[in-house]
């Protein structure tokens, strides 16, 4: 969590489909994200051919991505794409803004 909440900007933004709505700020982000730990674990995580485009201090990167979990000890296999905002700041990069499309979800 403490990387996480260094990585995001205050004013982060994020849509992920598994909401109503976007979730605002590292606040949030990091709220979600301890009840996400409590419940799964990441067996695996992938970024697959990435797309980075820079311009200047902000950089937009596009993805397809997978995953393997167990949720409440049921063990589950996702994918999708992103598309995350990333901006440099005092010579770090730090997410703006996440999005993501779960493509489907086996069980």
Known sequence: LALIGAMALEDYIEFTGNSDGP???RAALLEVARRAFARATILRWEVIDP???QEG???V???RWTEQATLDGRT???QGIATDVLVRRK???RYLSHHSTPLHRTE
């Open 91 to 93: 010579g770090m990069w």
């Open 51 to 53: 797309v980075i485009r």
């Open 76 to 78: 589950l296999s996702l």
């Open 61 to 63: 990167v596009v993805y």
């Open 23 to 25: 979730r605002l700020g």
């Open 57 to 59: 201090d902000v950089a």
